[in-house]
């Protein structure tokens, strides 16, 4: 079955940098597109990054050029780099290949203070 475990979150400054890792296991990691999501407390979940297999990237307007998504196939895991923190990333990220799936690991909480 299909396991996502995300880590790297924390208590950072404006400006800060942090980098946050989703290690996958029940699935063949090397053919899934991936995507790295973020909910604020009283916001919808929303894709923030994605990777396909082949390594293309994608990024929402307001971390475009502040993160960078990346994956490493011989690890299952994907990585967001996140620079140039702002309190309105202050979210909990979640990492997934389906979000149709009604599936999502535990998430790890990022919070961004001014």
């Known amino acids: 079955q299909v396991q996502l475990v995300e880590s790297g979150g924390g208590l950072v400054q404006a400006g800060g940098s942090l980098r946050l890792s989703c290690a996958a296991s029940?699935?063949?990691?090397?053919?899934?597109?991936m995507g790295w999501y973020r909910q604020a407390p009283g916001k919808q979940r929303e894709l923030v990054a994605a990777?396909?297999?082949?390594?293309?990237?994608n990024y929402e307007g307001s971390v475009k050029g502040r993160f960078t998504i990346s994956r490493d196939n011989a690890k299952k895991t994907v990585y967001l780099q996140m620079n140039s923190l702002k309190p309105e990333d202050t979210a909990v990220y979640y990492c997934?290949?389906?979000?149709?799936?009604?599936?999502w690991g535990q998430g790890t909480q990022v919070t961004v203070s001014s």
């Open positions: 997934n290949r389906d979000p149709t799936s009604g599936y």
């Open positions: 990777i396909t297999s082949g390594g293309s990237t």
């Open positions: 029940g699935i063949i990691f090397n053919i899934a597109h």
